[in-house]
T-cell receptor, first 109, second 110 residues
């Protein structure tokens, strides 16, 4: 399965926009890109999924360039409650997900 | 709608003891998974199942066994627990609509 690379950690302040980029140079043609959020002592929670171009939902946007070798999760106007670990994953919804170490986002007041 | 339920939530075992973790889902999902998560790490896949009666090995299967006798249940067994198996265990199920994770079982082996 293709490997993903993300920054280990990021810091932000409340109200700012946060962009987390994930590299996946060997993404397969049929792979979707999915982002999960995990709070301490909880299971990961689905945030957003896309295949190409841009996807937006009520909590985030996902930008995927034409070559699909990277993707960027954008969180608008973060709050303290967005402090969590964010994982970028490749595959379909019925593929086994292989997690990396994720990006630890810390939001400060 | 409960989603994915894991039992128990916490457990302390002595080295060499055995136990079974239960995962139950009520979404009629075909696919189910067991992961473990160690401090500061991402989740690692232990075993998974693509349907009732099937199981397959993941990244870190040694020391664990699984069974999927009913579509809604996926059991994870530790035959002889070791301190290296101290971890948080997450179960998940999936369909074309996406993955749903349980809230985890915190296991300590002393």
């Amino acid at each position: 399965l293709a490997k993903t690379t993300q920054p280990i950690s990021m810091d932000s302040y409340e109200g700012q926009e946060v962009n987390i980029t994930c590299s996946h140079n060997n993404i397969a043609t049929n792979d979707y890109i999915t982002w999960y959020q995990q709070f301490p002592s909880q299971g990961p929670r689905f945030i957003i999924q896309g295949y190409k171009t841009k996807v937006t939902n009520e909590v985030a946007s996902l930008f995927i360039p034409a070559d699909r070798k990277s993707s960027t999760l954008s969180l608008p106007r973060v709050s303290l409650s967005d402090t969590a670990v964010y994982y970028c994953l490749l595959g379909g919804n019925t593929d086994k997900l292989i997690f990396g170490t994720g990006t630890r986002l810390q939001v400060f007041p | 709608n409960a989603g994915v339920t894991q039992t128990p939530k916490f457990r302390v075992l002595k080295t060499g003891q055995s136990m079974t973790l239960l995962c139950a889902q009520d979404m009629n999902h075909e696919y189910m998974y067991w992961y473990r998560q160690d401090p500061g790490m991402g989740l690692r896949l232990i075993h998974y199942s693509v349907g009732e009666g099937t199981t397959a090995k993941g990244e870190v299967p040694d020391g664990y066994n699984v069974s999927r006798l009913k579509k809604q249940n996926f059991l994870l067994g530790l035959e002889s627990a070791a301190p290296s198996q101290t971890s948080v265990y997450f179960c998940a199920s999936s369909s074309r609509g996406g993955y749903t994770f349980g809230s985890g079982t915190r296991l300590t082996v002393v």
